[in-house]
Every structure is written in C-alpha cells, then in structure tokens.
C-alpha cells in the first residue's frame, strides 16, 4: 500500500511541481539542444514511473488488465470510444484557427518539433506519452482513486485535474486543456474498459497536434514579423 500511495503522490505532486520548473526553465530561454535534452528526459521519467506502478500492481499480485490494460470488452464500445476520439483530434486541428501568444505560445515553441532531427526525436516521446501518460492517468491513478474514494467519477475527474496539473509547464490555458481533453480520455476508458483506444488516441493527438501546432507558429512569427519590420535583424 505504501508504493501505491508514492506512486500517487508523485503523479499528483511531485510530477506538476517538475513540469513548474520546466516551464520556468523554459521562460528563462530555449535551444534546440535543449530540446532534444527535454524529450530524452520525458521518456525516462515517464517510464520510470511506469515501471515503479507495475511494480506496487505486482505488489498486491495484480496484473496490468487491472487497471485497462486489455481489449475492449466488446467491439461495439471500441467503436464508440474511436468516435469519441474525434473530439480531442478536432480540438487539435482547431488550434490553426486561433493566435497562439503569452507564457503558451513560449511553452509550445520548447517542446514542438521543428527541424527533420526533432521530428525524428518527437515520435518516440508521442509514442511514450501515449502508452505511459494513458497508463498512468487513465488506468493506474483513475483505478487507484476511484477505490480510494469509493468513486469511480472521482477517480475520473481527480486523475484527469492531476493530468493537468503535470502539463504546468504549458501556462494556466495549457493545464485547463490538458485536464478537459484527460476527462475524454476518462470516459473513453470508462466506456470500453480498455486504454488501448485511449493510448492510440493520446498518440495520435500528440502527432497531430504538434504539426499543426508546429505550422501555426512559423506562420503567427512570419506575420509578426510582417506587422513589425523592425523586429527583423539588419
């Protein structure tokens, strides 16, 4: 029980106060070193904690099909939770149509891809965050909270708040999505019991997002740019 309640304590607390001090590391200033650095060090912890839940859930002799990791239980709801997918994959495409600025935007630009070499780099870190945020949020923490409180709708919204809270990096505007697009995911592994739709979903999302986001950026720079000649060197 006591692993069980460290890992919580560290996806409740000690991962959103990491993601401040990122973000204050970000507002300091960005390279694309520093980039890449960034995504070797999500991938590394977010295993890391994958691998210490997998070791409370042996703890207690259970496996990870206790917490979703398994197929749908039939494929009438993986077929709701694909549709259900479409929303946060719609909220992604959304983000060409509004100006991006502020602590957001300054967030957005460390971590979204923009040369061959950081796609390159960028896949495995979506991939990661699919499979080990979906597991951790939606399976581990959703299941260990909705036991603890009696609740399985808490769990939903208690997990879904701290999913938010370890995007603090992004800004107040970064961590209010995160929480509502996890609440979606929550419903979708709610509805099939599986978190695989929710892992591919969350990597899909991930992927798509960042090249629209990666595109919307170079566009809102070149038009301030425009706007602003002076702001050009020479």
Known sequence: MLLTILTLLILIIALPLFSLWAGKRIR????????LLRYARTVVILWSVTAL??????????DPTYV????PRHPAELLA????????????????????????????RAVVPDTPAQWIA?????????ICEEFLYRGYALTVLGALTGSVVAGAVLSSIAFGLGHAYQGRAGMVGTAVTGS?????????????PCMLGHFVQDMVGAAVLSRKLKGDAQ????????????
């Open 68 to 71: 979703g990791l398994r197929p």
């Open 184 to 196: 979606l995911y929550a419903i979708i592994f709610l509805m099939t019991g599986s978190l695989y």
């Open 53 to 62: 839940a997998l070791y409370a859930l042996r703890l207690h002799h259970l």
């Open 81 to 108: 939770g694909l549709i259900t997918l479409v929303a946060p994959l719609l909220a992604s495409a959304s983000g060409s149509r509004r100006v991006i600025e502020g602590e957001y935007a300054r967030a957005l």
């Open 122 to 130: 960028f896949v495995p870190v979506a991939a990661t965050a699919g």
């Open 28 to 35: 300091a200033g960005d390279a694309g070193g520093a980039r």
């Open 223 to 234: 038009s301030r740019t425009v706007a602003d000649p002076a702001a050009t060197p020479g």
